[in-house]
């Protein structure tokens, strides 16, 4: 008897460590934007040409209460969903909008190997598509990030109020110009691309949105900033927020743009 509740105890602090999309901690999604001319400023040569002069999709990531991200599906540590569409299988899928996805959903950094867009999709499904409310339907998944992304009512070139400048800006007018134009308040992701700079730059707004299939109703982040905004201290978080940039030729890299959130 002993042994039974010590098994039982076992199994529901396993099953309590495991983060389910089924479960209530998971309550939104973040609609990540991406700024291409700040991920492509300190090398031109390693992006795309031409650099897209549009924001760009970086994910759909599901998000807990507290803003943590749900961690990747795992079928020991995060179960998250039964059988989900494994990475591979998903670009079959995506062919009746993958003109959208190249043009919304572009993987920014150039690669040696054929097919750089379909990694960043297959990486973007398997860190955050599997455990989302659409875990055996990747076409949905990715469609419903785009009819967001795609949403003038959300293009962060009109709700930031602002236009791309070499002037910096400061965070909190961004923020509150998002809160006047959307309702709500959106998350700024900052980068230092600049080596030796301490300027930080606008690498993405984030917008979230309530858990619902499909997400569509706009409700403030939990947390306005990344910790490398906040890395500053309050007076001095302004961010540059480039205009676009022209891509010169110049040879490939291996690396490319980070999925995680």
């Given at each position: 008897m002993v042994m039974k509740h010590l098994l039982a105890f076992a199994a529901a602090v396993l099953a309590s460590s495991v983060v389910s999309a089924q479960g209530s901690e998971f309550a939104f999604y973040k609609l990540s934007l991406i700024w291409p001319s700040s991920v492509c400023i300190s090398a031109p040569q390693n992006c795309i040409s031409p650099i897209p002069k549009i924001f760009t999709v970086h994910g759909l990531w599901p998000a807990l209460k507290d803003d943590t991200s749900i961690p990747p599906y795992d079928p020991i540590d995060n179960n998250c969903n039964p059988s989900p569409v494994a990475p591979g299988d998903i670009v079959g899928k995506l062919a009746p909008i993958k003109g959208r996805l190249q043009t919304k959903w572009p993987n920014l950094i150039k690669g040696r190997t054929a097919g750089r867009d379909e990694l960043f999709w297959q990486t973007e499904w398997s860190h955050?598509?599997?455990?989302?409310?659409?875990?055996?339907?990747?076409?949905?998944?990715?469609?419903?990030?785009?009819?967001?992304?795609?949403?003038?009512?959300?293009?962060?070139?009109?709700?930031?109020?602002?236009?791309?400048?070499?002037?910096?800006?400061?965070?909190?007018?961004?923020?509150?110009?998002?809160?006047?134009?959307?309702?709500?308040?959106?998350?700024?992701?900052?980068?230092?691309?600049?080596?030796?700079?301490?300027?930080?730059?606008?690498?993405?707004?984030?917008?979230?949105?309530?858990?619902?299939?499909?997400?569509?109703?706009?409700?403030?982040?939990?947390?306005?900033?990344?910790?490398?905004?906040?890395?500053?201290?309050?007076?001095?978080?302004?961010?540059?927020?480039?205009?676009?940039?022209?891509?010169?030729?110049?040879?490939?890299?291996?690396?490319?743009?980070?999925?995680?959130?």
């Open positions: 955050h598509g599997m455990c989302s409310d659409y875990p055996q339907d990747p076409f949905t998944y990715f469609s419903s990030a785009l009819n967001l992304a795609e949403n003038r009512k959300y293009d962060p070139l009109k709700v930031l109020g602002v236009q791309p400048s070499n002037t910096p800006y400061e965070i909190d007018t961004l923020l509150e110009n998002v809160k006047k134009n959307v309702g709500f308040y959106p998350q700024i992701s900052c980068s230092m691309p600049i080596k030796g700079k301490k300027q930080l730059y606008l690498k993405e707004i984030r917008l979230c949105f309530k858990r619902a299939m499909p997400p569509s109703q706009l409700q403030n982040c939990p947390d306005d900033m990344d910790n490398l905004c906040r890395s500053v201290p309050p007076t001095q978080r302004t961010v540059m927020y480039p205009p676009p940039i022209k891509t010169n030729s110049g040879c490939n890299v291996t690396w490319e743009l980070s999925a995680s959130a």
